[in-house]
C-alpha cells in the first residue's frame, strides 16, 4: 500500500471515530446498530417494562414490512421474548410527526405480521409498542404515557393485547426510565450507569471491532437507500413507458427486465389507483 493511501485511510478512521463519538440513541443509524446487540435491548426494554427477569430472544434492527398495495413501513426495532411475546421500539427525532396515527399504522401493520394465513386469532401475540421522542409530545409534564382502552362507561379495561406506551427524554421525573432517558440523549462513553447498554455504546465508540461494524452499519443503510432509489426510479421510467404505449418487447431491451417482471410493475400501479 503507498504511503498516500494509508495516510488516506488513517484520516477517514479518525474521522469516522469523530463522528460517531457525536452520535446518540436518537440517531437512527447508531440507535440500530446499538439496539441489535440482545444483551443492549434487553436492559432497555427490562426498565421500559418494569420486568426485571424479562429475557429477550431475538431482535431485528430496522425491520422493514412490505404489503403490495399500502405504505411500506419500519419499524426501528422488532425483538421477540423467550415467551413469546413482542415488543416494538419506534425512537423518533423529530416533531412534525402526527405521532397518534404513525403509531397506529404501525401497530396495524405490525399486527398483520404476527398471524400467518389460516392461523387463529388466539395465535396473536401480546405486543407492546413504545414510542420514545426527544420532546414531550402530549405536554403534559410525564416522562411515560401507558395508553388505555376501556368497555364504553363501565371503567373496566379493555383488552385485545396490544400495549401502546409513549416514552419522552424532555421530562425528568426521576425514575430509572427517565434516567434512561437521559442516556439516550448523551450516550456517553464515561457513562456506566445503563449496564449491558453502556458496555455496547463503549465498545461501538471505542473498540475497533465496533467502529468497523459502525462503518458497515452505516454503508450497509447507505447502500440500501440507494437500492431503493434505483428500484423507484426504475418503476417511474417503465410506468411511464408503459402509458406511453411502447412495446413490451423495447421496454424489456431497456431495462433488463423480464416480461412478467413488467407485467408485476403494471399490476401493481393499477391496484394502487384503485
Excluded at 425483538?79 to 416533531?95: C, F
Excluded at 455496547?200 to 475497533?208: N, P, Q
Excluded at 452499519?217 to 426504475?234: C, D, I, P
Amino acid at each position: 500500500m503507498k504511503e498516500s493511501e494509508k495516510q488516506s485511510r488513517i484520516l477517514e478512521r479518525e474521522k469516522l471515530i469523530e463522528e460517531v463519538k457525536k452520535l446518540t440513541l436518537f440517531d437512527d443509524v447508531f440507535m440500530s446498530a446499538v439496539l441489535e446487540d440482545i444483551p443492549a435491548c434487553q436492559h432497555v426494554l427490562r426498565i421500559l417494562t418494569g420486568i426485571s427477569d424479562l429475557s429477550i430472544r431475538t431482535v431485528k434492527s430496522q425491520y422493514h414490512i412490505t404489503k403490495l398495495v399500502s405504505k411500506r413501513s419500519r419499524l426501528d426495532i422488532f425483538a421477540e421474548s423467550t415467551d413469546n411475546q413482542i415488543y416494538i421500539i419506534e425512537v423518533q427525532k423529530e416533531d412534525k410527526e402526527n405521532h397518534s396515527k404513525r403509531v397506529r399504522y404501525y401497530r396495524a401493520m405490525a399486527d398483520s405480521e404476527l398471524l400467518r394465513r389460516g392461523e387463529s386469532y388466539e395465535k396473536i401475540p401480546e405486543c407492546f409498542l413504545f414510542y420514545i421522542s426527544q420532546t414531550d409530545i402530549w405536554d403534559r409534564g410525564s416522562t411515560i404515557y401507558p395508553v388505555y382502552k376501556y368497555l364504553g362507561n363501565t371503567g373496566e379495561e379493555y383488552e385485545d393485547g396490544q400495549h401502546i406506551i409513549f416514552v419522552n427524554a424532555e421530562v425528568d421525573d426521576y425514575t430509572e426510565i427517565a434516567e434512561l432517558m437521559k442516556y439516550f440523549k448523551t450516550a456517553d462513553t464515561e457513562d456506566d450507569s445503563q449496564g449491558a447498554l453502556s458496555k455496547r455504546v463503549r465498545f461501538l465508540k471505542g473498540e475497533k471491532k465496533g467502529l468497523d461494524i459502525m462503518s458497515n452499519f452505516g454503508e450497509r443503510m447507505e447502500k440500501r437507500g440507494e437500492e431503493r432509489g434505483e428500484k423507484r426510479a426504475e418503476r417511474r421510467l417503465i410506468l411511464g413507458l408503459l402509458k406511453a404505449g411502447a412495446e413490451i418487447s423495447l421496454i424489456k431491451e431497456a431495462s433488463g427486465l423480464s416480461e412478467e417482471e413488467i407485467e408485476e410493475i403494471s399490476k401493481k400501479s393499477e391496484l394502487q389507483e384503485i
